[in-house]
């Protein structure tokens, strides 16, 4: 069949525009199969005294959100260790590392750090205890109403052979120098801990971003929802009760943080709901994380 002038010159133009565009699909390809997507989650202890809310009543939603948005890590609050349980089976393909606050065993709360078995291998993993006497198992300090942990946890990531640690935390509700003095402690800890590997924090910190404890945090890391390289998505407030609207109380104390090396994709504060109902007193904060450290 006869082409006309114009209509091969439309070609030879498409096939060079594709032969531009092919190393840039390339890139995007390989930078979406080399991210990570995080989620930190305080998911409400197990209170019978919540009712309607208990968690019995939605375990199925918490896994679901979980699975939807395909979360590679999940950084966790306020797990007892029934909770943990009934999330092992309602994730296959998750593991997860962590201890009790209260024992160093199965006591008390869990600030767990749920991955991925195809794709992470767990290289070490450690607790501290939010106070002057870190090491010492169920300790706590300063003006603390409860004891407090960290957990962090170093991964390689199978797809990119790249290393690297997150930490993950919840603080003290009431205590303001308790706050503060732990992320100092915490930014100490992660000091010492590496200097070579990309770095992510996850928590419910307990404060606004008008705080010194937030404050600290930034000295060594980046709030990642400031960072996103798209805007933020969803409401700034994290803690929201647990009908959608039955509060005004929208506080943004649950965040990411991320080292200066690694780039903020996307991140938003996910309103997934059932019946008006949210599946935790706090509203999960995803990020989309690409690392540009390169492992040897």
């Keep these: ?23 840039t699909l390339l890139f995007a390809q390989d930078s979406v199969s080399s991210s990570l997507r995080v989620i930190t989650f305080n998911i409400r202890y197990n209170n019978p005294n919540d009712g309607e809310h208990a968690w019995p009543n939605r375990k199925e939603r918490v896994a679901s959100l979980i699975r939807f948005h395909q979360a590679d890590l999940i950084g966790m609050q306020e797990v007892l260790k029934n909770q943990i349980n009934d999330l092992e089976s309602l994730l296959p393909g998750y593991s997860w590392i962590g201890v009790g606050r209260d024992d160093g065993k199965d006591a008390g709360e869990f600030s767990p ?3 991925r078995t195809e794709r992470f291998q767990l290289i070490d993993n450690g607790t501290f205890w939010l106070s002057e006497t870190p090491d010492v198992i169920g300790s706590k300090s300063w003006d603390a109403a409860i004891t407090r942990i960290a957990n ?39 000091q010492g801990l590496t200097a070579e590997y990309p770095i992510v924090v996850t928590g419910d910190f307990n404060v606004p971003p008008n705080s010194a404890a937030y404050a600290t945090m930034l000295s060594y890391l980046k709030d990642s929802r400031l960072v996103s390289q798209i805007p933020a998505h969803g409401p700034e407030g994290t803690f929201a009760g647990f009908t959608v609207g039955s509060t005004a109380n929208q506080d943004r104390i649950d965040y990411i943080f991320v080292d200066s090396s ?10 997934d709901q059932h019946n008006g109902n949210y599946a935790s007193d706090h509203l999960p904060v995803f990020a989309e994380l690409l690392f540009s450290y390169t492992s040897e």
């Design 1 to 23: 069949m006869h082409q006309s002038p114009s209509l091969k010159k439309l070609l030879v133009l498409n096939a060079l525009l594709l032969l531009f565009m092919f190393p």
């Design 113 to 115: 750090i749920f991955y």
């Design 152 to 190: 962090w946890a170093q991964f390689s990531d199978r797809n990119t052979s790249q290393t690297f640690l997150l930490l993950n935390t919840h603080f003290d509700h009431r205590g303001e120098q308790a706050r503060s003095e732990s992320a100092k402690l915490i930014v100490d800890h992660l």
């Design 262 to 271: 690694t780039s903020v994709l996307r991140q938003g504060t996910l309103t």
